[in-house]
């Protein structure tokens, strides 16, 4: 393949105000999620209202990268031609440590040693010079 024939780039999100901070925050490797000031829940997805109390005092806290598998699901068909050198990959339901759920992506392991219940951290993959995507990997794996 040459450089002129470079495969297409996944969907790719699109910050705006409600979650140009987390953005922000990943591109330097940080995870940060919405905490309420009002009742003091956590909160994911980014969103300008708190989804437990209604309150619009809302602040972005440092949160720990560590969670667990709710739910997965194994790909092994691209959804997308940005995708298709990406499968298999796994696609997760992570409960936050915090007690969020977000949906991510588990990498770094065989997509069949993925099991509900697995402890999983943060992880920060470069996908462009503007986005950087936190994803999760095995709590045991090693940092490349």
């Excluded at 993959?125 to 045991?140: C, G, Q, S």
Aim: net charge negative; glycine share 4%.
């Amino acid at each position: 393949m040459t450089s002129s024939t470079l495969p297409p780039l996944p969907p790719l999100p699109r910050p705006y105000q409600d979650t140009a901070a987390y953005w922000e925050a990943a591109r330097e490797h940080r995870f940060i999620i919405q905490k309420c000031n009002n009742c003091g829940e956590y909160q994911f997805y980014p969103r300008g209202v708190c989804s437990h109390c209604l309150s619009s005092d809302l602040a972005w806290q440092d949160a720990s990268g560590r969670g667990e598998v709710y739910s997965f699901s194994i790909n092994y068909r691209a959804p997308h031609p940005g995708f298709a050198d990406k499968t298999p990959f796994v696609l997760a339901l992570v409960t936050l440590a915090e007690g969020p759920r977000m949906m991510t992506n588990i990498v770094d392991c065989d997509p069949d040693t993925v099991q509900i219940g697995m402890a999983v951290t943060v992880t920060f993959d470069d996908v462009t010079e503007e986005i950087t995507l936190p994803k999760f990997r095995p709590a045991y794996t090693k940092v490349r």
